[in-house]
């Protein structure tokens, strides 16, 4: 099982660009999450999904968007990147029903706008 | 809005002596409470899970407590090791499966 992996691992922008990012996770789980975290922060969450087909906004959505086509997939956007996006970004997943209710998360992405 | 805060940003210890973070929110009580450990460049992993009408929750060397009259989780390490080094995330249950997070305590512990 290789968890939750994250699609890239680093990247710069330019002021303007587009980019996707890419969560994938094997371990069957219903809920997926996109969270950004910066310093003295901590992890905002950003748009959250409770199945395939279906997503929601989350705490700071403005300016991403995201799409769940398929189960073991959770895609973020950004259209027109800005340097207030810059940070480091968690996918995260949850199986759904009463419990465990721990997230996996993957490794992160760090993203920089310049 | 649901609020969750851990007082220090910053805790440094001696190996061998017990590490104690604290985690505060405010309002109403959450369903439960998770601790995270986080190391450089990585993402959070899951430790404990601590219910509104539990009182402690012990996993080998970590305990937890959760007190509703307070409004405040503790989170110990017995015994720390430098290894146990890393920040730690306190997260509280909010609507529906959202988790808040805290701004997280970063540990150091001196050999």
Redesign the interface.
Known sequence: NAG?TQTPKFRVLKTGQSMTLLCAQDMNHE?M?W?RQDP??????IH?S?GEGTTAK?EVPDGYNVSRLKKQNFLLGLESAAPSQTSVY?C?S?T?GRG?????????TRLTVT | SQKIEQNSEALNIQEGKTATLTCNYTNYSPAYLQWYRQDPGRGPVFLLLIRENEKEKRKERLKVTFDTTLKQSLFHITASQPADSATYLCAQKSSGDKLTFGTGTRLAVRP
């Open positions: 939750v809920y999450y969270y003295g922060m901590g992890l905002r969450l959250y409770v989350g968690f995260a949850l759904a465990p209710y721990e997230q996996y998360f993957g490794p992160g």
